[in-house]
Each structure stands twice: as C-alpha cells, then as structure tokens.
C-alpha cells in the first residue's frame, strides 16, 4: 500500500469524524445548526459501506474470472477496507443500542 493511499484513507477517515461530529464541514452558515440529521448521516454512511462491499465483490469476481487488469493485492485490499468498515458500523450499531436501551431503562 502506497503512502498516497494510506493518505487518502487517513484523510476520509478524517472527514468522518469530522461528519459525526459535527464539524465545520457540516455546520449551515445560519448559527451553527447541524446540515444533516442524524438519520441521513447514518442512511448515507450505510450506503456507502454497502458501495464499498460491492465494489470488493466486483473486484473479487472480476480476478476470479482471471482479468489481467485486476491485481490480486488491489483485491485483497479493498475486500479488507469493506470488512473494516461493516465492523465498524456494527459496533456503532451496538453502542446505540445500548445507548438507547439505557435510555429507556432510565426512571423519570
């Protein structure tokens, strides 16, 4: 893996946490308020983990086919990237709902 790549994972990763948190590239001009909600940043991060695993699977399918253009390495990697990511989101799954079980175990 080429330092540019690594840098271009590093930076999107960046831009995500700077997404979840509200930071300035999510901020409308008008006060601050945030310019998306909760439920199209989670809409738009499962959407794009669900493209990242189908690009794996076209790439995995092409090498199997035996398509010279494919590199088996380009393959593994993006195979790797999608795994990462799904786990990822499961784990952000599993905190909310914990967090929401919490919430509604709360007594008023």
């Known amino acids: 893996m080429s330092s540019m790549?690594?840098?271009?994972?590093?930076?999107?990763?960046?831009?995500?946490?700077?997404?979840?948190?509200?930071?300035?590239?999510?901020t409308a001009p008008t006060g601050g308020a945030p310019a998306a909600d909760f439920a199209s940043l989670m809409k738009s991060s499962?959407?794009?983990?669900?493209?990242?695993?189908?690009?794996?699977?076209s790439l995995a399918q092409a090498y199997e086919s035996?398509?010279?253009?494919?590199?088996?390495?380009?393959v593994m990697l993006e195979v790797q990237k999608a795994d990462l990511a799904f786990r990822a989101m499961t784990q952000v799954r599993n905190k909310?709902?914990?967090?929401?079980?919490?919430?509604?175990?709360?007594?008023?």
Do not use: F, W
């Open 46 to 57: 499962v959407d794009h983990i669900a493209t990242m695993q189908n690009q794996a699977s």
């Open 96 to 108: 909310l709902l914990d967090a929401y079980t919490q919430v509604m175990n709360m007594s008023v």
């Open 5 to 26: 790549q690594i840098q271009q994972v590093l930076a999107e990763m960046r831009a995500l946490q700077a997404r979840a948190a509200g930071g300035p590239a999510d």
């Open 66 to 74: 035996g398509d010279k253009s494919v590199d088996l390495s380009k």
